[in-house]
């Protein structure tokens, strides 16, 4: 369990790296689309270097009800 625990984090810490280096945590994410390519990308993890570049260019908030 211990070495699934640490394989997680370390893909989980390349993932938020390669968003870094892509420039996605300068200024503010001004959409839902947005912070959905940075949660993308820091999920794909290290596959963002062997060409998998995520991207969410479209995506819905729930409204309140009325």
Known sequence: MRIATVVVLIWLIIGAIAAGQRGYYKGEAE????VGTI?????????NYVGVNPKVTDCELPQPSP
């Open 31 to 34: 959409s839902c689309a947005g």
């Open 39 to 47: 949660v993308v990308t820091v999920l794909a993890g290290p596959l």
